[in-house]
């Protein structure tokens, strides 16, 4: 197996150029959570991801770590807290979990705001705290702002950001990565495939490599999608036409206003499932029909029909979305595909 390794801003670190998201794990077993990240080890992945938040991920790596050289792997993972204590008591937890005595790097998951850096009690003294304790070696953030971004990376205050980036990145965005070049600042992509609205791993992954300091950390849980990211580690895909032509039909056709399927806008006092309910138009124009037709998918669509126009959603969209009216134009299109295709 051939894998790249590219260091990670000013914390030195070497990490895969194919690395490992962990939130996708949380939905397949404990065993086939083991097998999956044997399998990454194997093909040369040496850099995980996860949360605090996401349920069993940090124990079905614990497991899969069992028995490897603690120093041939690295590990960030991530705190929702706000207050110095609850950060602490999150590494406790996460250590405990991950079955190490220190994680490489503590993010900040998604602040808004970010934390008083100066604050005694506030978050970001816990990142410091935890450092002095030796329970990770850096200190990251995380944000899905580009604003928020931006200023944690001005600080100076953080080695590293995690930032949602893929095809579809906005100019801005793509200037978010070289300030992380420019300030030595790790850069780690999220949602390389856009939370499952991009469907050309080949074209995702030639994107990505354009931007030499930028490490992704691919949301898989199956094999045949870790399989597939290895195989373009081992034979990038070439910056040919081909490539070319898919990169721009991706960027052509879904770029501008889109849910990132965060989840930061649930829940919905109407129950709808925002996320994939903001998106189906996408699905829609990608995925086979009858798979968009279903019972389920249409009772879920025509929920929002329920919406309180509350607005809750909107004002906790990250990416600053009009929720309820993307919803409504996600609804009309939807039914009248419904409509011509039912038939
Ligand atoms: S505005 Fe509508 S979709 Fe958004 S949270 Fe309120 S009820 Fe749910
Ligand atoms: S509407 Fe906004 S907050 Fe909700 S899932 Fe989509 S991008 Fe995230």
Redesign the pocket.
């Known amino acids: 197996m051939s894998m790249d390794y590219i260091r990670l801003g000013r914390t030195g670190l070497m990490v895969s150029a194919t690395s490992f998201g962990a939130l996708p794990i949380q939905r397949i077993s404990f065993d086939d959570a083991v097998l999956l990240v044997r399998q990454a080890l194997h093909g040369g992945v040496n850099y995980f991801d996860t949360a605090n938040a996401y349920t069993d991920s940090e124990e079905k790596l614990g497991m899969a770590f069992v028995g490897v050289r603690r120093e041939s792997y690295i590990i960030s993972t991530k705190s929702g807290a706000t207050t110095k204590a609850g950060v602490l008591a999150h590494v406790e937890l996460s250590l405990r979990r991950l079955r190490t005595d220190y994680v490489d790097i503590l993010q900040l998951h998604n602040p808004n705001p970010l934390p008083d850096p100066d604050d005694p009690d506030g978050a970001y003294a816990g990142l410091l705290e935890a450092r002095g304790r030796g329970w990770v070696r850096f200190i990251g953030v995380t944000n899905?702002g580009l604003p928020r971004a931006e200023a944690a990376v001005l600080s100076g205050k953080y080695d590293t950001l995690q930032y949602p980036f893929c095809v579809l990145a906005s100019e801005k965005d793509e200037k978010l990565v070289q300030l992380c070049k420019e300030r030595d600042i790790g850069f780690i992509a999220m949602k390389g495939m856009s939370?499952g609205l991009l469907t050309d791993a080949k074209a995702a992954f030639a994107y990505i490599r354009r931007f030499p300091n930028v490490v992704p950390i691919w949301g898989v849980q199956k094999a045949s999608e870790l399989t597939e990211f290895l195989s373009y580690a081992e034979n990038p895909p070439p910056e040919d036409a081909e490539t070319a032509a898919a990169i721009d039909r991706d960027r052509r056709e879904l770029a501008g206003e889109?849910?990132?399927?965060?989840?930061?806008?649930?829940p919905c006092p109407a129950g709808i499932d925002?996320?994939q309910c903001?998106?189906r138009k996408y699905f829609l124009m990608r995925s086979p029909v009858p798979q968009q037709l279903t019972d389920e998918i249409r009772d879920a669509m025509l929920r929002i029909n329920d919406c309180k126009n509350c607005r809750s959603?909107?004002n906790?969209?990250?990416?600053g979305?009009d929720?309820p009216r993307?919803l409504r134009e996600n609804l009309a299109y939807y039914e009248q595909f419904y409509k011509e295709h039912k038939a």
Request: charged share 10%.
């Open positions: 899905h939370g889109f849910c990132r399927a965060c989840g930061y806008c649930l925002i996320p903001a998106r959603c909107a906790k969209c990250p990416y979305l929720t993307l």
